[in-house]
């Protein structure tokens, strides 16, 4: 029998006795009155010694009772009991995650939603200087550096940043920030001094080498010259192996100069100035039109013409902030492409425009094309893909790497389309914040 019938049973015997008794004393009234105030009573007692228990958190064994009370008791301190251990085994959880996040080698900060540190990890407490007590200061407080500020306001958070750490400036970090849950971020940093190093020798070494390729080039293209003047042609393989020497020393320091423009690239500051692109491009275009026009009509036997290949079109008179130097290597360097990978019976089309949120430049030709798989890879450093053509054209494979840093240096961004067999073009997106008249 469940507790709630015997509880009703009892009540219901206890009514019937009132009745027997008060029916035959006549004093039914005064003794159902009686049996009222005890039943209430009693329930005050037990909700008195209820609260009592629940008041001290209803952790120890419950008051001995009985009937529906003792199930409620039994109830709560059941409920108690799980609430206890799954308590128990979340802080068992928490703290090994902490633990785990301790001993971690890259540096970990929880960020709350006014940038206060809410929980800091050892290595990050070692590479940013923190303290215990720093929990809950905001972190542009403790890591001044102006780029770190910048990168934290501005909410895009895809790439690091690269600081140095501010206990030791010889450590060089990597801080990204990662966003989690409602307003919470991560910030993790990485000890990424090696790496940098690594990178400064590779640099360094490229340009040393480059450098001083520079004067032994000079000298033997200069006594090459002077050979060559004195050369009488009536030896052909003295002329041809001239000639030879020539194209490879040439080669050779075109090779030399791209190397030394790619490290100026990446390690100069960058100048800005308001660079006037239409009139850079008619330029561009009439020195390359009659640079190429010049090397077709020195390799044919006919006289030196230039031929009329490159079609500017120019559909807005937009000048963009930049370095004019570099902006004239990328686009030399696109329509000199254009020119060496198309046939000479077609057209270039250079042309400067703009569309929606970016001024562009395509240069486009109907030449021999890219392979799908070879798109990605041109912009590598050394890479030169493999087409079979009638003849050899000449190349450094390091044009597009130079171009592709040229417009990152520019906030630009390169995109190629190009099909086998029927042409290419090469666009530079420029975002409109760059446009300055
Ligand atoms: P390269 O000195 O070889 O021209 P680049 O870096 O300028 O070096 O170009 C890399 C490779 O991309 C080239 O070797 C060529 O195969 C391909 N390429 C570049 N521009 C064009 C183009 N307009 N049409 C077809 N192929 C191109």
Redesign the pocket.
């Known amino acids: 029998m469940g507790v709630w019938q015997k509880e009703i049973i009892a009540g219901l015997l206890l009514l019937l006795a009132v009745s027997i008794i008060g029916g035959i004393t006549g004093l039914f009234m005064p003794l159902a009155l009686a049996l009222t105030l005890a039943v209430l009573m009693r329930q005050l007692y037990q909700i008195n010694r209820f609260e009592k228990w629940i008041r001290t958190g209803g952790r120890a064994k419950y008051p001995k009772t009985s009937g529906i009370w003792e199930e409620i008791y039994y109830h709560v301190y059941r409920i108690k009991k799980n609430e206890k251990k799954r308590k128990k085994k979340l802080g068992k959880m928490v703290d090994q995650f902490r633990q785990s996040t301790e001993a971690l080698p890259d540096a970990a900060i929880v960020l709350g939603s006014n940038d206060e540190i809410e929980w800091a990890n050892k290595a990050a407490r070692e590479v940013f200087g923190l303290h215990q007590s720093d929990k809950g200061q905001r972190i542009p407080n403790l890591i001044r550096f102006p780029e770190f500020i910048r990168y934290l306001k501005s909410g895009n958070y895809h790439e690091a940043v690269i600081l140095p750490s501010p206990v030791d400036h010889r450590i060089t970090l990597a801080v990204r920030i990662i966003t989690y849950g409602a307003g919470l971020r991560l910030l993790l940093a990485q000890d990424v001094t090696q790496l940098k190093k690594m990178e400064r020798m590779r640099k360094d070494f490229v340009a040393n080498v480059s450098h001083e390729l520079r004067t032994p080039l000079t000298v033997l293209k200069g006594y090459l010259e002077t050979l060559q003047d004195m050369d009488d042609g009536k030896s052909s393989l003295l002329t041809t192996s001239f000639q030879q020497m020539q194209g490879q020393t040439e080669r050779m320091q075109h090779l030399v100069d791209d190397l030394l423009l790619l490290t100026r690239l990446e390690t100069q500051q960058k100048k800005t100035e308001c660079v006037n692109v239409p009139a850079l491009l008619s330029q561009i275009c009439k020195e390359t039109e009659a640079l190429h026009g010049r090397t077709s009509a020195a390799s044919a036997s006919g006289p030196s013409l230039s031929s009329a290949r490159i079609e500017l079109i120019m559909e807005t008179d937009v000048h963009i902030v930049g370095e004019e130097q570099e902006l004239r290597s990328a686009f030399t ?2 329509l ?3 020119l ?3 046939p000479e019976d077609t057209v270039v089309k250079v042309r400067w425009y703009r569309s929606g949120d970016s001024i562009v430049l395509d ?1 486009e ?1 109907q ?4 392979a799908t798989n ?1 798109i990605p890879r ?2 590598e450093r050394f ?3 493999e ?1 079979k053509r009638t003849k050899k ?11 592709k840093h040229v417009l990152m240096r520019h906030d630009a961004k390169l995109s190629i389309a ?1 099909e086998l067999g029927k ?2 073009r ?1 666009s530079c997106y420029f975002p409109v914040k760059r446009v300055c008249n």
């Open positions: 360097n696109l000199g492409n254009a060496k990978y198309s240069v030709d030449g021999e094309g890219i070879d041109v912009t890479y030169r893909s087409v054209v000449g190349g450094t494979g390091l044009g597009l790497a130079i171009v190009s042409g290419s090469f």
